[in-house]
């Protein structure tokens, strides 16, 4: 018996655990002495099983939703077929599903019924707002501090935790109906924006965005300043209602606490 | 003692034999009897304040940017004296070092100022691809080489030393040529590391290779050992299962004793990972730990901060 140097063991025994394949098997198991009451066969298994346990459970654990939506026969095909094409390469758990998603999008039979995709595109969504950076927030007593002068030209910078969503179908209705046990309506075509963020007790929420408040949230993702809301908004409603309506807006976005404290630069 | 760099975090109870005993004072850096942190009971030990004498954390687990579990984690920091565990740093593969992990590890070091840092004795992958499980190593010359050559350059990174923790382990390569126990001794005494001793690990690795236990505690150095881990496990009968989803056996209740009796006060907690019970649960547990060790080396009083015995 040939004694393998520690890189090639391992090699054999990593492969082991990731390919089904009898052959890798048998190339692992001339490693392994026999010895005692159980056979190497056994022991090895021990390995492989708690190696794809463990995965599922992650899967479990993030996609809680979306294995309700699939049913305990398709999620475990879905979780055997994710865990042979993006074997993890990550040392945290946390981000082993990343690729669910995509994985979905592009698997038949999953890909024919893009909702499925989708379901699992929002809950990863849920899961960045959860553990995103904190940041301290910008609050409607920093607003009444600075000075009313200064405020057309203030620009606002979102919470870490904020993420834009667009979705094609019904995706959030049916991981809401979910959610709440009961049956969701059948997938259909429902595009739809969304906000994701952290909120002020640390609990991810999330809520549609009408067409107005998603076009104002863009524009400030590409640096408008508050002057600049209001003369888009001057194109939807009167002169006399803009201003208003943009400080409504404003004082949602601070009691919803997506915007953060930051240093405004004078223009 | 390790003192206390950050402001509002707790440093760690000092202890006193109690007049009445005979026995060994505890070493300096014991930290007393203490417990596996978990999600579950964040809000339970905010809002009840167990008297427990420190905690465990999973370093990955908080390796992320912010959000409640790290605020809690920091909270629960400001009472609780601490200890980081983790399970990724694969001090035995051969792949190069994980600097990306390194740094947040050191990272979320100089955040917690824990007492000591743990990892395992193992690998978790190669060539890019993580079991996330702890694998067995070959026991032989160029592992013990390879491994104590990357415990330095980890120790170095963290200007401190680390504890390695044994494994319950189900398999036994051809490559091996000497005992576990041996090969951990030399890892420890080779690369300056010290030893986190799993109490469970030993009975569950005794029974699935057939091997003494008592054998495995002589052949660690006694001034090696800074912490015990004792957890659960299931019997398969033939072969055992290392779940740390069950209270803590008998016979490794058994096994603890003989530990205490060779390496004396060692810092002590439970450790549930699956299958989590009431807080309650258990700090009883922590608390038949704590009884154990006052039976078998003397009773111990826990001192306020500050409180001198005169």
């Known amino acids: 018996m040939d004694k393998l140097p520690l890189a090639s063991l391992q090699q054999k025994m990593i492969n082991y655990l990731v390919n089904d394949d009898p052959n890798v098997t048998s190339t692992i198991m001339k490693q392994i002495k026999d010895h005692g009451r159980i056979t190497r066969d056994v022991r090895l298994n021990i390995y492989k099983n708690a190696y794809q346990v463990r995965l599922k459970e992650t899967i479990e654990n993030d996609h809680e939703m979306l294995g309700f939506f699939l049913g305990d026969d398709l999620f475990d095909q879905m979780v055997l077929g994710y865990i042979n094409a993006y074997p993890s390469d990550n040392t945290s758990l946390r981000h082993f599903a990343d690729k669910l998603p995509l994985f979905l999008a592009n698997t038949p039979p999953f890909k024919d019924h893009p909702i499925i995709s989708e379901l699992a595109h929002f809950e990863r969504f849920l899961m960045v707002a959860f553990d995103a950076a904190d940041a301290a927030l910008f609050t409607r007593d920093l607003l009444a501090n600075t000075p009313p002068e200064q405020w057309p030209d203030l620009v606002f910078r979102f919470h870490p935790s904020v993420q834009l969503a667009h979705f094609h179908y019904n995706s959030v209705e049916t991981w809401q109906a979910l959610k709440q046990e009961q049956a969701p309506e059948p997938a259909k075509e429902q595009p739809s924006d969304w906000l994701l963020w952290r909120n002020k007790e640390r609990l991810t929420q999330f809520r549609s965005l009408p067409a107005q408040e998603y076009d104002l949230i863009n524009m400030i993702l590409q640096g408008a300043s508050f002057a600049d809301l209001c003369d888009f908004l001057l194109q939807e409603v009167s002169e006399e209602q803009a201003s208003p309506l943009a400080l409504d807006y404003l004082l949602k976005w601070l009691d919803d606490g997506i915007l953060i404290k930051q240093k405004f630069i004078q223009q | ?310």
């Open chain 2, 1 to 310: 003692m390790v003192h206390n760099l950050i402001k509002n975090q707790a440093s760690a109870r000092d202890f006193s034999l109690s007049s009445a005993a005979e026995g060994i004072a505890p070493p300096e850096h014991f930290l007393g009897f203490g417990l596996g942190l978990r999600t579950d009971h964040f809000q339970d030990v905010l809002s009840t304040n167990p008297d427990i004498d420190w905690f465990e954390v999973v370093s990955e687990n908080f390796m992320v940017d912010g959000g409640k579990p790290k605020h809690y984690l920091h909270a629960i920091r400001e009472l609780y004296p601490m200890v980081m565990h983790g399970v990724s740093l694969s001090i035995g593969s051969t792949d190069p070092l994980n600097m990306q992990y390194l740094r947040q590890l050191k990272v979320l070091v100089n955040e917690l100022q824990p007492q000591w840092i743990s990892d395992h004795l193992c690998w978790t992958g190669v060539n890019q691809t993580n079991s996330h499980d702890l694998l067995p190593l070959p026991y032989n010359e160029e592992a013990l080489n390879h491994v104590c050559d990357r415990v330095d350059q980890v120790q170095n990174f963290l200007g401190r030393p680390i504890l390695l923790e044994n494994l319950s382990s189900y398999i036994t390569y051809k490559e091996s040529d000497m005992s576990e126990w041996e090969f951990f001794n030399q890892v420890a005494r080779q690369s300056g590391c010290n030893i986190l001793l799993d109490i469970n690990n030993i009975y569950v690795s005794a029974r699935n290779h057939e091997f003494d236990a008592q054998d495995y505690l002589e052949g660690i150095d006694k001034d090696k050992v800074k912490q015990f881990h004792l957890a659960g496990h299931t019997d398969y009968g033939n072969y055992v299962i290392d779940t740390h989803d069950h209270p803590v056996a008998d016979p490794v209740w058994a096994l603890y004793q003989q530990a205490l009796k060779r390496f004396g006060w060692v810092s002590t907690m439970i450790e549930r990972d699956d299958n989590i019970p009431p807080l309650a649960e258990l700090l009883a547990e922590v608390e038949t730990a704590r009884n154990i060790a006052y039976d078998t080396l003397g009773r111990l009083q826990p001192l306020k901060q500050g409180e001198i015995v005169t």
